[in-house]
């Protein structure tokens, strides 16, 4: 039994009637202060809510109430308006949220989880305006219309949904608000039109693998090279130019924070961002004004397929980005969203027993902290990949208060990572037939992969990891995958992996296909770029306690 309690842990505090205290308050109320004489008649009570973490896994949070009792109902209340003013001190935690509930979401249990958790934030007086969707894109529509104005009278936005239901409403936030350059063009695009570009190339197929280098002329983080593409250096998502524009809220925005109430399929942003896949965890971590900033990767797709005409369109993930295997596996699974969250195993399956590969190039920023020395060759950089494998003793995984995140203040929206536009960035390019592509923007752990795809991804330190999945017989390819499902196995230690952690990557499918995974969601693209914006917006949420 507790024998303290911080305020920082209380989300309420409420007098209760003793003649009408009801059974479900005194089943919660499991452990209390009892005062003596406490049962007898004439006794008031107040109640005191809180939370308690489990023995065995300390990520997940349950809820707590300690009864007090007082014959004079005067003492009682002196009690209460005291703790609710020291509540009232208490930082940052919302006062009024806009709640989006996606019904179908899941197992179709939106609705019935949003009903669970609603009374916690009405016992801690939080004003919700809950909408429920009627549609996919309804929630994206709202946030799109929505004036600043209105968005600035809540205090967060919450998705009580999966990970794709997130996604559209933080596309809906970021579209049109987010201003910044876009992320730097693949060079086969420049080339095309008429520039010469030859950055690193390293043929993931060994054999030919030819290494060039000139970081001199590479044109593709300039920003002339967009200009020249016809693509103003600083232009918005919405084509107009960021100099012509007055920033309203500048982003990252650290008021309005965003919150998830797991209710989908797969949860991997609420796993690595509460350690638990639990509403009522993170309805605690919401009411308690819990705060944690995330990367977010600006997506921007240049050509949807391999004819079709230049036109950007940028999206956002915040949590995966992924082509081949699993852009085949997202476009499998919608074709039998009747079967529930079943549907990715049986839509998994079906594309594992196809083993298509896809002929690509990708390209990726160096990073300064990866790099062995200023020339790459064939030795060093298999060193440097080694040196990404390493053991799971050795990681540092990222975790409330994380010492990785919390080292440099988050970007400004209006610039680029600096690392893209440092003169010094070199990039490298992959090209060859990949089983998949995939660009980790955290760890994404989930109950498939319990350590995630990549164990020591962090979730606001301006870098995601690219996975390039080169060609190899099925058998290990099975390896991989189930080193992936296995808590501590090691699914890159395996030379047909390429791990490549960057703050940027471009790519260009060689064949027809051009299907993305962005957060689940399915996206067409047969070339993009993305970048990743450290911190750009905050959640409701502490991080993990591994
Ligand atoms: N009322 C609705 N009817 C149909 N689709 C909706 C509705 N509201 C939202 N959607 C769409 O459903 C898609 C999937 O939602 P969500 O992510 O919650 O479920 P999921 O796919 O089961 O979970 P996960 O993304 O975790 O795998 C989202 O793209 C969202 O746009």
Redesign the pocket.
């Known amino acids: 039994m507790a024998t303290k309690l911080t305020f920082s842990d209380v989300y309420a505090v409420e007098i209760i009637d003793s003649d009408v205290i009801l059974e479900s308050d005194l089943t919660l109320a499991a452990e209390c202060f009892v005062g003596n004489g406490s049962h007898d008649s004439g006794m008031n009570h107040f109640m005191v809510h809180t939370f308690q973490k489990s023995k065995s896994q300390p990520c997940l949070w349950s809820l707590a109430v300690y009864k007090f009792g007082n014959k004079d109902l005067q003492t009682c209340q002196m009690w209460v308006n005291k703790i609710n003013d020291s509540l009232s001190k208490e930082v940052g935690r919302p006062k009024n949220l806009l709640v989006f509930v996606?019904?179908?979401?899941?197992k179709g249990n939106g609705r019935r989880i949003w009903e669970t958790v609603a009374p916690i934030f009405s016992r801690a007086k939080i004003n919700t305006k809950v909408i429920v969707?009627?549609?996919?894109?309804?929630?994206f529509d709202v946030m799109t219309s929505a004036t600043n104005e209105e968005l600035n009278s809540y205090d967060g936005v919450l998705a009580v949904?999966?990970?794709?239901?997130f996604n559209?409403i933080l596309n809906g936030f970021l579209s049109s608000r987010h201003k910044a350059p876009f992320p730097p063009i693949p060079s086969d695009f420049l080339d095309a039109l008429g520039n010469n570009s030859n950055p690193l190339v390293n043929d993931p197929n060994g054999a030919d693998s030819e290494i060039h280098n000139n970081i001199e002329s590479d044109p593709l983080l300039s920003s002339s090279a967009h200009n020249e593409s016809g693509f103003s250096h600083l232009r918005t998502n919405d084509g107009s130019h960021i100099e012509d524009q007055q920033i309203e809220n500048p982003l990252p925005n650290q008021r309005l924070r965003f919150g998830i109430i797991p209710?989908?399929?797969?949860?991997a942003i609420v796993i690595c961002t509460t350690g638990a896949r639990d509403p009522i965890t993170s309805a605690l971590h919401i009411i308690l004004g819990k705060k944690l900033c995330l990367d977010v990767a600006q997506v921007v797709r240049w050509k949807t397929t391999s004819t079709s005409k230049i036109e950007p369109c940028v999206r956002y993930a915040a949590s995966f980005a992924g082509y081949g295997f699993y852009g085949d596996v997202i476009t499998e699974s919608e074709k039998y969203r009747w079967m529930g969250?079943k549907r990715y195993d049986y839509a998994g399956t079906k594309v594992f027993l196809k083993h298509r590969s896809y002929e690509a190039e990708v390209g990726y920023l160096e990073v300064e902290s990866e790099k062995d020395s200023s020339i790459l060759d064939g030795s060093r950089m298999l060193s440097r990949v080694r040196s990404l494998k390493r053991k799971k003793s050795e990681r540092n995984i990222c975790q409330a208060n994380c010492d990785v995140c919390n080292t440099k203040p988050v970007y400004s929206s209006t610039r680029s990572p600096p690392a893209i536009s440092s003169p010094e960035a070199r990039w490298l390019k992959s090209k060859g037939r990949f089983l998949s592509v995939g660009a980790a923007i955290m760890s994404n752990r989930n109950e498939r992969a319990p350590d995630g795809l990549v164990a020591d991804a962090h979730l606001s330190d301006g870098f995601l990891h690219l996975l390039l999945i080169k060609d190899c017989p099925h058998a290990l390819y099975l390896w991989h995958l189930t080193q992936l499902a296995r808590k501590g196995g090691n699914p890159l230690n395996f030379d047909f992996v390429e791990h490549h952690k960057t703050p940027a990557f471009t790519f260009t499918s060689i064949g027809k296909e051009s299907i993305w995974n962005l957060d689940?969601?399915l996206f067409q693209a047969h070339k993009l770029s993305a970048q990743v914006f450290r911190g750009l917006i905050c959640l409701f949420a502490s991080g993990p306690e591994v």
């Open positions: 996606h019904p179908m979401s899941g969707t009627q549609r996919a894109g309804h929630a949904g999966g990970d794709g239901f559209e209710a989908g399929s797969t949860d969250p689940g969601e």
